[in-house]
């Protein structure tokens, strides 16, 4: 497949830009396999309660044994989206997918959008707080 340089390649039309979109730009995947009964006995149960219990007496060892180290979440309460401006948390939702996908490609960045239904700052930082556990990193 010959890939048409930038500059002469046609803007995308509506239909593409949907398509696109449909179902969303992002999913999740395995790092280990999961194909048979072994896989899950050490993946999963009785395996996954020797990594519990090691983070639980170490809590820094999260960042070695679960995806923490390299997971962000990309956050919008969707008041002020990419110049589009108000838009509200569900119409927030693509333009936050994109970030994801933008972390992913540009810096091997796994992360999660994650549209809050608040506009009160303290809500979000409690929110935020409590979730604190599962990301290395949060994006606003």
Known sequence: MTMV?????????REEIFAAHGGGKLATGLTAPLADARDLAVAYTPGVAEVSRAIAADPALAARYTWTNRLVAVVSD???????????????????????????????????????????????????????????????
């Open 5 to 13: 340089p930038e500059r002469t390649r046609p803007a995308p039309t």
């Open 78 to 140: 969707g008041t002020a989206v990419l110049g589009l401006g108000d838009i509200g948390p569900r119409a927030a939702l693509p333009v936050m997918e994109g970030k994801s996908a933008l972390f992913k490609v540009f810096g091997g960045l796994d992360s999660i959008p994650i549209v809050l239904d608040t506009t009160d700052v303290d809500e979000i930082v409690e929110t935020l707080v409590r979730l604190r556990p599962s990301f290395g990193a949060v994006n606003l």
